[in-house]
C-alpha cells in the first residue's frame, strides 16, 4: 500500500466518525454541520465519497446487474400503469413507473426517453 492509498484510507476513517457522530447526536444535518463549524457541502462530499468507496468493495459476482438512471425532479407522469411484477421500478415524486419482465429494450429506451424529456 502506497502513500497515497493510506492517506485515502485515513481520510474515510475521520469522515466516517463525522457522519456516525451526525447520525448519533439525532440533530439535523443542517444543524448539525452549523453546531460543529462544517458547511454542509463538505458533509454531504464525504458522505459521497463514503457511498462510492462502499459500492466500490461490493464484490462483483454480488451484484445482480440492477442499474439506476437519473431523472430530472421536472419528469412528470400522469396515469401511471402499474403491474404486479416487474424488474424495473422507478419512483417518481408524484409517480411510480414499473417496467415489466416481458417489456423489450424498444420498449425501455422509449419509457426512459418519456421520463428524461417530461415537462
Given at each position: 500500500?502506497?502513500?497515497t492509498d493510506l492517506k485515502a484510507q485515513m481520510h474515510?476513517?475521520?469522515?466516517?466518525?463525522?457522519?456516525?457522530?451526525?447520525?448519533?447526536?439525532?440533530?439535523?444535518?443542517?444543524?448539525?454541520?452549523?453546531q460543529n463549524n462544517l458547511p454542509e457541502s463538505r458533509?454531504?462530499?464525504?458522505?459521497?465519497?463514503?457511498?462510492?468507496?462502499?459500492?466500490?468493495?461490493?464484490?462483483?459476482?454480488?451484484?445482480?446487474?440492477?442499474?439506476?438512471?437519473?431523472?430530472?425532479?421536472?419528469?412528470?407522469?400522469?396515469?401511471?400503469?402499474?403491474?404486479?411484477?416487474?424488474?424495473?421500478?422507478?419512483?417518481?415524486?408524484?409517480?411510480?413507473?414499473?417496467?415489466?419482465?416481458?417489456?423489450?429494450?424498444?420498449?425501455?429506451?422509449?419509457?426512459?426517453?418519456?421520463?428524461?424529456?417530461?415537462?
Open positions: 500500500m502506497n502513500v474515510m476513517k475521520e469522515w466516517s466518525k463525522l457522519i456516525e457522530a451526525r447520525q448519533d447526536s439525532g440533530l439535523s444535518i443542517k444543524e448539525w454541520c452549523r458533509y454531504y462530499y464525504y458522505l459521497k465519497k463514503l457511498r462510492l468507496a462502499a459500492c466500490e468493495s461490493l464484490p462483483s459476482e454480488g451484484r445482480d446487474g440492477s442499474q439506476f438512471a437519473l431523472v430530472p425532479n421536472h419528469a412528470r407522469v400522469s396515469n401511471p400503469v402499474v403491474t404486479r411484477s416487474s424488474n424495473i421500478k422507478i419512483t417518481l415524486s408524484n409517480a411510480v413507473v414499473e417496467i415489466g419482465e416481458g417489456a423489450n429494450e424498444a420498449q425501455v429506451k422509449f419509457t426512459l426517453e418519456v421520463l428524461l424529456n417530461a415537462q
